[in-house]
């Protein structure tokens, strides 16, 4: 099957080939003919299977066929988790839609408003936004979504995950009822499913990988190692296997932070990317790990959400994520669009729990390698388990501020 066989127009195909693609990924052939023809979708899709395209080809074209009616009205709304994904979404919107005379932007916190402000007062055929800063363009009316034709969620597990569902579900009260509407996820939960129901109606329903699995381009291995020596043990394997381009994640800002400073001081270029970051600082730490200028990009979860690199050949879970399905998030970054990459974890004996789960959500065992020379001691004892609770990433609590939002949010 190619594109064109898809019915999408001679400019929205012309675009798509001067990215050198040809035949269509397995989700974008069932996601474009189902959102041409005006469905609902509900797709279970994993980063890096052609999911950005998926919902903007048939967008673009759906757009193009029908002129604008209200001048300052948006007409296509892509709600993302993070500011990184947001621009991410809205270069492939750009990118497709170079030769049709439609207006596009992207919104989201940590940078000028006012700029904003003036884009959104031309009107938008598709705009790409983070709730946040959506819901204070919203407050200050300078957008008009009452004539909004299609919503989009992009990664609605994250967005779940992040406690945007309120921010969500603010959003629609202020669009038109009859809507076409397309929720895309990377993993299935119950609470994903409850959200579907509430906001799709007979929706297509589109899977294109095991249910909670990675890429089948990923392989994983697992070092066992001692938690105090996991950054020399890092530093030697970017070193010894000359690795030149390795995405690293930590759980915590500070420790992102810690892990950059050390790796610099080891002799190996090294940038980090957190929400104490300002967005100008990350997206020129994404530009030089992309440009090759630095080796190691060290990120938090949320902060990586949404980047796209070319072939990167290297993830790194210097620490294991507490929540299991944020292992199938993060190794999705590598083993993209068809390409081979490799998951590597390095693992301590506190964490041997969490590598359990993982386990147990990809239903397979990770193979384990033990680095010579970096061999776990076996008198070191796991610390005392502090039991999570887990819906706390859903409830902000006593620290909700007035008026919906909460702290956290921006900090991707």
Known sequence: MSFASLGLSADILRAVSEQGYSEPTPVQRQAIPAILAGHDVLAGAQTGTGK????????????????????????????????ELAAQVHESVRTYG?????????????????????????????????????????????????????????????????????DIRRIMKLMPERRQNLMFSATYSADIRKLADGLLRNPVNISVAARNSAAEGVSHLVHPVDRERKREMLSH???????????????????????????????????????????????????DFKRGDVRVLVA????????????????????????????????????????????????????????????????????????????????IKAAPVVTRNKARRHNPGPNRRRGGRTPSRYAA
């Open 237 to 287: 394997m970017v070193g010894a296997n000359n690795w030149r381009q390795v995405l690293v994640f930590t759980r915590t800002k500070h420790g992102a932070n810690r892990l950059s400073r050390q790796m610099e001081q080891d002799g190996i270029s090294t940038a980090a990317i957190h929400g104490n970051k300002s967005q100008g600082a990350r997206t020129r730490a994404l530009a």
């Open 98 to 166: 170079k030769f049709l005379p439609l207006r596009s932007a992207a919104i989201f916190g940590g940078v000028s408003i006012n700029t904003q402000i003036r884009k959104l007062s031309q009107g938008m055929d598709i705009l790409v936004a983070t709730p946040g800063r959506l819901l204070d363009h919203a407050a200050r009316k300078t957008l008009d979504l009452s004539r909004v034709e299609c919503l989009v969620l992009d990664e609605a597990d994250r967005m779940l995950d992040m406690g945007f569902i309120p």
């Open 300 to 379: 938090t979860d949320i902060a990586a959400r949404g980047l796209d690199i070319d072939q990167l050949p290297h993830v790194v879970n210097f620490e294991l994520p507490h929540v299991a399905e944020d292992y199938i998030h993060r190794v999705g970054r590598t083993g993209r669009a068809g390409q081979l990459g490799q998951a590597v974890s390095l693992v301590c004996v506190d964490e041997h729990p969490l590598l359990a789960g993982i386990e147990r959500l990809m239903k397979c065992s990770l193979p384990r390698e033990i680095i010579p020379g970096y061999e776990p001691d076996p008198a």
């Open 52 to 83: 950005t395209a998926g919902f903007t080809l048939p967008l673009l074209q759906r757009l193009s066929e029908q002129p604008r009616q209200h001048r300052f009205a948006v007409r296509v709304l892509i709600l993302t988790p993070t500011r």
